[in-house]
């Protein structure tokens, strides 16, 4: 893969947790969050590796009254997301920590700097990804939201998770769980 030596800067079409489009300013990257099923019972996304592939890499099912569900990866089995996103002990909701796929700790945490809306570091809390609001001032574009999703250059292979994690986080905030 070419190194540019510059963040994933994964343009977030929507802004919307009811789906968006994340498409990489320099077209490294493209991942889709689709909502495929919203019932009483359960709100099923979809994440997509449009890179990769037209296959589902992610399911996240929220169950009713929007709360938190399960997180399946690929084909395999059904987590319950307070499982993979695990709250910490003496820390608020709005910070979690998960193991990712190269088996180290991550951690999502809300509006702890001003440029911010999210951010995620991991153990020696090194900035692993982000994810930021429009800027205020800044003219309103067609077809995107202003919003980014920052995956730094050397996390490509978690990109899938941090979008899924970050979902999750993003929910969580939002329905006030």
């Not at 090194?126 to 996390?155: F, M, N, R």
Request: glycine content about 6%.
């Amino acid at each position: 893969m070419t190194s540019y030596g510059m963040p994933y800067l994964l343009e977030d079409k929507t802004g919307k947790l009811t789906g968006s489009h994340f498409v990489d300013i320099n077209d490294r990257l493209r991942l889709t969050l689709r909502c495929t099923t919203r019932e009483a019972t359960h709100t099923t996304y979809i994440i997509y590796n449009a890179t990769a592939g037209t296959d589902p890499v992610v399911t996240l099912n929220f169950g009713s009254s929007n709360s938190l569900g399960t997180i399946t990866f690929g084909s395999g089995p059904q987590v319950p997301m307070n499982s993979f996103l695990e709250p910490s002990p003496n820390e608020n909701a709005k910070s979690r920590k998960f193991i990712g796929s190269d088996g180290q700790q991550y951690r999502w945490s809300w509006r702890t700097t001003q440029s911010e809306e999210w951010s995620c570091t991991n153990t020696s809390n090194q900035q692993v990804a982000s994810y930021s609001l429009k800027v205020p001032g800044e003219p309103e574009y067609d077809h995107s939201s202003g919003c980014v999703l920052t995956i730094e250059e050397a996390y490509p292979h978690l990109a899938v998770e941090m979008l899924a994690s970050l979902t999750i986080m993003r929910h969580i905030v939002a329905h006030n769980l």
